[in-house]
Structures are given as C-alpha cells and as structure tokens.
C-alpha cells in the first residue's frame, strides 16, 4: 500500500529565508506526487504536481519540488518565503482507481510558521 | 474559476443523529470523492464515486457511511448515527479522472459531534 511521510511536523523560517519541507513515499511503481497547502479555515490548494518528465517542477507562489526516485521523496521548495506562506503543507501520492478515478493519500503536513 | 463547494461550513450534532453534508462538485467532473481530516491528524480517504456507484471506499467508510448523487448538481455524504469519533473536517473533491488530472478541494465542512 502507498504512504507518505512528513517527517517535520512544525518548521519556522525568517521572512526572506529559503525553505525545504521533506517528503518521502513509499509506492509500487511510478508515483504521481502532489503539493497541497491548507490556510487557516481553508480547503486545500493544489501547489504542484509530478506526473513525470522534468524531475524538478514548478508550482505556484513561487514553490517547486524535485522529484528524486533514488531516494523515494519529493521536497518542496522555495528561495524566499512571505509571511504568506505561512499554512499547512501537505504532501499526497496518487493511486489510479479501477475505473478511472483516483485516491490520494496525504502526509501528516508541515505546519510552517514565517517570523518576521 | 470552477470551484467545488460545500454547505455547511459548520455542522454541530448530538450523538446518535443523521446528517447530511453536501457538496457541489465542479460541473464537468466525473468522479466524486470524500476525504476527512480529524483534527491535528492527516486528511483520510473515506469514498470515491463515479457514474452514481461507490468505486472504491476506505475501511472508514461502514455501514453508518452513504453517498448519493440525488441530482445533476448534488453530492452528499450521509452518517446514519453519529458517534463522538465522528468529528471531523469533511473534504468534498472532485477530478476529470486519469492519473494525471488534478483533484479539486472544497473549502470543508467541521462536524462536531456532541
């Protein structure tokens, strides 16, 4: 079965600092891999995905990920971080449905917090 | 923008009742799916639905659990008898299906059971 590990479960950064939140899944064969963010009283907003190609993708806000099959993970990044940015982050794999619909299934997310 | 919604936003229950959530997928998705998230826990899986049948439900999803599509629009997610566990974020999704499409959220409605 696929899973997804959030390993940090609150990160601080400065305003202007760079960011990484880390990511690793575990799956049969090749994932689709996403980046959600949840703000406070919000649903969730897709940040980017992996379906395949370019191992290294671009979202919005500024974020992007690497996907890195030889280590199973797929860390978001950012050079410079806004107060913003400060939300719940939530990494998801993807399983294919029989029938054509599909399953994610989250991390525990990142609770980030910007100082500033 | 197309967008998924869900009414209420916040739903106070007592044990042991029924309540219905509702959910307005985007209009030219296909497959129809309820997440929840029990707070300061991980968002779940619970249901996916596609051309009016469940294809695929979660160990959460029991007998207390139902799903209906009782319109063109409407997407809802029923529990029976509310348990005190029940308390929750419930997300409402929908996506074109394929792998590779992205799965569109809505904003969640809390349920507290009392």
């Known amino acids: 079965a696929q899973s997804v590990t959030q390993p940090d479960i609150h990160i601080t950064v400065s305003e202007g600092a760079s960011l990484e939140l880390r990511c690793n899944y575990s799956?049969?064969?090749?994932?689709?891999l996403f980046w959600y963010v949840q703000s406070p009283g919000q649903g969730l907003q897709l940040l980017l995905k992996?379906?395949?190609?370019?191992?290294l993708v671009q979202g919005i806000k500024g974020f992007e990920a690497e996907f890195k099959r030889s280590q199973s993970s797929f860390n978001l990044r950012k050079p410079s971080v806004h107060w913003s940015d400060a939300a719940e982050y939530f990494c998801?794999?993807?399983?294919?449905?029989?029938?054509?619909?599909?399953?994610?299934?989250f991390g525990t997310g990142t609770q980030l917090k910007v100082e500033l | 923008e197309p967008e998924v919604t869900q009414t209420p936003s916040h739903q106070v229950t007592q044990m042991g009742q029924e309540v219905i959530l509702r959910c307005v997928p985007i209009?030219?998705?296909?497959?129809f799916y309820w997440y929840r998230q029990i707070l300061g826990q991980k968002v779940e899986f619970l249901v996916s639905?596609?051309?009016?049948?469940?294809?695929?439900k979660s160990e959460i999803f029991d007998d207390q659990f139902s799903v209906e599509r009782p319109d063109g629009s409407n997407f809802t997610l029923k529990i029976r008898s509310t348990k005190l566990e029940d308390s929750a974020m419930y997300f409402c999704?929908?996506?074109?299906?394929?792998?590779?499409?992205?799965?569109?959220f809505g904003p969640g409605t809390r349920l507290t059971v009392l």
């Open positions: 998801a794999v993807v399983r294919g449905l029989t029938g054509g619909g599909n399953k994610l299934t």
């Open positions: 209009s030219n998705h296909l497959y």
């Open positions: 799956y049969g064969a090749t994932p689709y």
């Open positions: 639905f596609y051309n009016n049948e469940i294809s695929e």
């Open positions: 992996y379906f395949s190609g370019d191992t």
């Open positions: 999704a929908s996506d074109k299906g394929g792998g590779d499409n992205e799965q569109f």
